[in-house]
């Protein structure tokens, strides 16, 4: 399977300019090489939500599943589970992981369960026409806050330490080599990890001009220190002007939920016999 054969008939739909586009071509890089390194992609899966971002989906010819908004991490938790040996990848809008769907963000980080979720983080809702999420800054003008919203948005990176994800780290839609090494880092790695890319949204916040002034790839960076972690995570607040580190912040090895899971989950019963116990009580 060449990159291209990773595409499908799917018409894309994205705005020209989109970050999702460049958060598309960087996966299938990914897997691509996964395929070159592993030989297949059939234990491979990807989850989205709803959303622009969630279309990605429709375009990439692997196993795939489109959930409900909110609802990427319960349905990859579900997955990776039910088959330990699958990698499973999510893919969210801000709105899906951060607003909606951040109750189970903190509860998979919480468990360490092996899945990567990455966050299309362009900080406003794209498909419904610009409202504002968590992550937009105070006083974003939209389609819900004519007149500025009134609240700071969230750290989502300090929200994942403090909730115990094992892998965090951030990208950006224009700066894909880099991306591309992340996301491969974050799927590889055994445990809970979140990516958080800063994806623009060409039509109605289009940050291009400021990322590009303000991020930069982080440099003499321990990720296996929580206390630097937090210190870097700290220096921009998704609302001050400060640089914006690129990269990994945090990185552990711990034992993973899906491992424990199945050393105290008891043997299954066999599923013919159980169904035929059934039968035999209810006649
Ligand atoms: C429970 C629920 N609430 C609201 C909606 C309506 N809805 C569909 S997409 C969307 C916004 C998506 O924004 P985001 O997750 O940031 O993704 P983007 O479109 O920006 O990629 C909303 C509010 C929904 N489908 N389900
Ligand atoms: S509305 Fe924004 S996020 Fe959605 S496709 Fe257009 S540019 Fe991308």
Redesign the pocket.
Known sequence: MSIKELGTYAKNTWCPGCG?FAILNTIKMVLDELKAETGSLQNVVMIS??????KIVDYVNVNSFYS???RVVPVAEGIKLANPGLKVIGF??????Y??GLEHLLFAAKRNIDITMII?N?R?????TG?Y?PTSPLGFKGRSTPFGTMEKPINPLEIMLSSGATFIARGYSNKMDLLKDTMKQAIMHKGFSVVDVL?V?ATFYNMYDYYNSKTYELFNHKPDDYASALAKIREWDYNSDSPIGLGVFYKKEEPVFDDKFRMVSPEKPDRQTRINELLKESI
Do not use: R, W
């Open positions: 999702n939500g709803i959303g622009c971002h969630a409900i908004h909110g969210a809008g801000d709105g899906d992981a607003g909606e299309h362009n406003v809702y794209g498909l419904t409202q999420t994806q949204c």
